[in-house]
């Protein structure tokens, strides 16, 4: 019997990943450079090994931001709890520091409470009606958690068709909370339809309503799921 | 360098929001007296030309998120407005002589009249966002400041930090420790802000700003690396700040501390003896010592290549936050910064 060549596919360019995260902001020639181009690059910097960049310099520079960044919003997360903790406490002593930090919290509340009446006795005219929802957008929710839903939608929406991305946390990289439906009722109004897994992280949720013909924003559904669960 | 299509949509829209938040900010900066000791100096920076990248980023963000160019231009003003209140402040602190092009405020006016017109521009940045009321309502007047509560801690945390190691002389610094300072120094003011103001106005308020802290880190970053680099390597007619400005001032940078780290035990003492005196008394020579070690160690080459990494996480968490959303220009305005940043000349 003859001996056929057995075909062979080509040698690939490469057998591993590319790690190198500077290809995702360097221009197209530096992703590839020629021999002659990296013969270049080392005749203008002089004798190898003195002034060029360590190779996996990039990827370090991107480990060391997310190291101080998430370092930085871990803290900020930590702040944030205790003060919930202090405020929780209110009026059962407590250090100065401690005291000063409520009091702020509490200036804030009273500021809003004042601009809200603000906002009520004086409208702005031409001003944009307030950002809640009204009668326009029912939403139909099914969740085991306590969960809080809420819907801003611009208003001279009637007669498009609309749509939700789906909704992300705090953290870009956890799981999303999925795109609610949105829907018509019969009374020309909107519907919301959402379901909150049981395995959801409790955390804050929020979309982007968009007109599916044109693509533009037209509102933002936020939901925020609780710890605790409706029947603890 | 090849300029890229990316590369040409940015300065088009830089142009174009610069232009818009110009003309806005006339109205704010009126030719009044005293016009020589006050008004006339408080409206120098702003109009020398700047990049306008902070308010074209506040209105690209709320134009993603559905506003309307009058919804989000007091946002854009009051933020400009602010970032030339602290650039008179920081010349000052920094004994720095040049600013875009052009001497410096305190040289030109002293001092006392500098500071007072920087305070000026700092109070004057409040106006546009309280006249927004009218338009956006009290609530989201709110909201704002209570954002521009939270940048001018952070910044003022960033800038003292930076201040305070050149006080005392702190040279081993680690790389965190500089992402840090310039996190809280360049980042939020730069971009979180911008970023997070565009995000409320266009949003009415219920997105969680939170998710815009990554992506104004990693572009903040690297456009703050970028910009020491180019004081030690630029072209001064485009770069508008005296070269090598940061090593007559002492600043701590990323190639001083990298510079610090790999130079051996005689060379570290030499560069702890030549950033101990205050500016005037450090000389010509010794700041070209400096200069050139830097090229011996390869310390320009490595921030380069630190801030193109910080600039691919950018890329990155801008896919995570705005990958959803529908396509346009100023989508791809925000998508082409984090190159924009590190190319820019």
């Known amino acids: 019997m003859a001996e056929i060549e057995r075909p062979r596919r080509p040698v690939p360019s490469r057998t591993g990943p590319i790690r190198n995260i500077r290809c995702l902001a360097t221009p197209e020639e530096a992703r590839h450079p020629s021999s002659e181009a990296e013969e270049e690059a080392r005749g203008e910097q002089g004798e190898p090994g003195e002034p060029e960049a360590p190779v996996g310099t990039a990827p370090a520079g991107a480990t060391l931001g997310y190291r101080v960044i998430e370092d930085y919003l871990r803290q900020g997360q930590e702040s944030a709890r205790k003060l919930a903790k202090g405020l929780a406490g209110f009026g059962a002593g407590g250090s100065l520091p401690e005291l000063s930090e409520r009091l702020l919290r509490d200036g804030l509340v009273w500021m809003e409470t004042v601009a809200k009446l603000w906002a009520s006795l004086d409208p702005p005219e031409g001003a944009p009606e307030a950002t809640t929802a009204g009668p326009e957008v029912r939403v139909k929710l099914a969740s085991r958690a306590l969960a809080e839903v809420q819907v801003e939608l611009r208003p001279g929406r009637e007669g498009r068709e609309l749509g939700v991305h789906p909704l992300r946390g705090t953290d870009p990289t956890a799981p999303t909370l999925g795109a609610p439906a949105m829907g018509r009722r019969e009374d020309g109004g909107f519907e919301l339809c959402l379901r909150i897994p049981d395995a959801l992280a409790p955390g804050r949720y929020s979309g982007i309503i968009f007109d599916r013909d044109d693509g533009s924003v037209q509102g933002t559904v936020e939901v925020r799921v609780d710890a605790e669960s409706e029947t603890a | 360098m090849t300029v890229t299509r990316g590369g040409i949509l940015v300065r088009e829209l830089l142009d174009e929001y610069g232009a818009l938040t110009r003309s806005a900010l006339r109205r704010w900066l009126p030719q009044q007296q005293p016009r020589s000791y006050l008004y006339d100096l408080a409206a120098d920076y702003p109009f020398r030309g700047g990049r306008m990248m902070r308010p074209s980023i506040c209105i690209a963000t709320a134009k993603i998120f559905g506003a309307a160019n009058d919804d989000v231009l007091p946002a854009a003003c009051g933020i400009e407005l602010l970032h030339n209140a602290l650039l008179i402040h920081d010349d000052i602190e920094d004994e720095s002589q040049e600013r875009r092009g052009r001497p410096t405020l305190q040289r030109l006016a002293g001092a006392p009249l500098a500071i007072n017109a920087g305070d000026f521009l700092a109070f004057l940045s409040l106006r546009p966002l309280l006249q927004a009321r009218e338009r956006l309502g009290a609530r989201m007047v709110l909201r704002m400041f209570e954002e521009l509560d ?13 201040l305070g190691w050149r006080r005392d002389n702190l040279i081993q610094l680690r790389e965190t420790d500089y992402l840090e300072m310039v996190l809280k120094k360049t980042c939020w003011l730069a971009t979180i802000l911008p970023l997070r103001l565009g995000a409320l106005v266009g949003g009415r308020d219920p997105l969680d700003l939170e998710h815009f802290v990554r992506f104004g880190f990693f572009l903040g970053a690297a456009f703050q690396i970028q910009d020491d680099l180019l004081n030690l390597v630029g072209d001064h007619q485009h770069y508008g700040k005296e070269l090598s400005g940061d090593l007559w001032e002492g600043k701590r940078t990323l190639m001083l501390i990298r510079l610090f780290e790999r130079a051996n035990p005689d060379e570290r ?23 050139k070690l830097m090229d011996v160690y390869g310390c320009i080459e490595y921030a380069r290549a630190l801030a193109h990494g910080l600039a691919g996480a950018a890329v990155h ?23 924009w940043v590190i190319e820019r000349a």
Do not use: C, K, N, Y
């Open chain 2, 150 to 162: 939270r940048m001018a801690q952070e910044t003022a945390e960033g800038q003292a930090l930076d």
């Open chain 2, 317 to 339: 968490e801008f896919e995570l936050l705005f990958g959803d959303l529908p396509d346009g220009r100023d989508l791809h305005f925000l998508e082409s910064l984090p190159r």
């Open chain 2, 269 to 291: 003492e030499r560069i702890r003896e030549v950033l101990a005196p205050p500016r005037e008394q450090r000389t010509s020579a010794s700041v070209q010592w400096l200069r």
